[in-house]
């Protein structure tokens, strides 16, 4: 019963933080700035009201019917190969048809945005004059000054739109559907980390919320949610090098988990956060292995841009100094520091609440380190105040690890509760414009 409880407590929590966030600027007045411009603002999300119905609205509406009736049964009972194949077609399908109720736009569009990569990268010629001249065209008014989204980020994120760009995918359509097809492999991740980690009983309760979720809303096309299928496959990687049975394998599994986080840190600046994760991996493994072998390759990542002109940890302050002369500046950190929580609850579904609820009375070490230091990693940027809105997207890397916390709901809350996020996702799709 303690548990039942918790859990109640905790999803009407997360349904207050939600509601509060929602109602309490416009019924005062307080103009919070979650869109620097537009009618009908709707926050904490960086978006406004905008019901619609489109292509996507019928396969949306039949898949969600379908999770909900089969999404457990099949997370039980499917061999584990089956069902990471199933997971993927069932979460690609649902990316596509969320992104699908805006027609192709859904998919073309968030890339084609002038704020986004795609057209810089269409632009670059040569990538070592990119990493030379990077961090002089960070500051507002400067020659050639980056878009926003360019300017906020590292170059690693660029230079993948450059390399999409450079093999013919360059295209708005082409490039969004790229991304939805690589961020729809995050689960896997996670799920694959579980397994190699002994918790494939924890990756079977938690598959059906790290698949169908309102979290897709925000992944289709999403340069953040492809920054999170980075993170997951690199932790994916660490695992299988700490749990290695050769040395070969070990050293093999940690090169590549060094390559990818350390390329990670270099998408954003908010991910070498992911170290936490990454110590949480070790921990449960019971092995430090992997540890020299991947923080040298994923130094050498950031050593080999800063050879090549891109610095970063010179650029950092530069780009903190444009943060703080742009929105940011009158975006009031007494409703973000809260307003910015309530974004991660609608963007990871209102099961958030519950599954965190039970969190600090739980005996199950795995979930207990990396749902823990996945929280540990958002309080932390939370308090950096370097994330004032926006985080429906910025926080996605954190929030499968988030929803593993969905494991210790008690049976009797797992269909009613993935129903509460299926809702979530199409009533947001649905009613609101959310810009990505």
Known sequence: MATERSTGVGLSAALVLV????????????????????????????????????????????????????????????????????SYAAGLGWLLSLAYVDGAAGISRVLGNHYEYLRTARQVTSVHTLLQVYVDRIP????????????????????????????????????????????????????????????EAVARRAAPFLVLGPAAVFMAVSADALMGAV???GLAALAAGATAASRGRMVAWSTLAGLLLGYACLMSYGLPLVGLLAVAVLVLARSWRPLPVAAVLALAVVLAFAAGGFRL??????????????????RPASYWMWGNLAALVISAGPVLGAGLANLRRTTDRLVLWLAGSAVAAVLLADASRMSKAEVERIWLPFVPWLLLTTALLPERWRRPALALQLVTALLVQHLLYTSW
């Open 19 to 86: 509601l509060a966030a929602t109602v309490i600027p416009p019924l005062t007045g307080w103009d919070v700035h979650a869109r620097d411009t537009g009618a009908d603002v709707f926050p904490p999300l960086h978006g406004y009201v905008q019901a619609k119905l489109g292509p996507g609205t019928i396969p949306a509406l039949v898949l969600a019917l379908l999770g909900w009736r089969h999404a457990r049964a099949l997370a039980d009972c499917l061999p584990w190969r089956r069902l990471l194949v199933t």
């Open 140 to 199: 507002e008014g400067s020659a050639g000054q980056w878009p926003v989204h360019v300017a906020g980020h590292p170059p690693g994120t660029l230079l993948f739109f450059v390399l999409l760009d450079r093999i013919g995918l360059g295209g708005d359509y082409a490039a969004g559907l790229v991304v939805t097809v690589l961020a729809a492999t995050t689960a896997l991740a996670v799920m694959v980390t579980l397994r190699l980690l002994g918790g």
């Open 231 to 233: 993170v997951a496959w």
């Open 313 to 330: 940890w010179e650029a950092y302050p530069v780009l903190a100094d444009r943060y703080w002369a742009g929105i940011a500046a009158v």
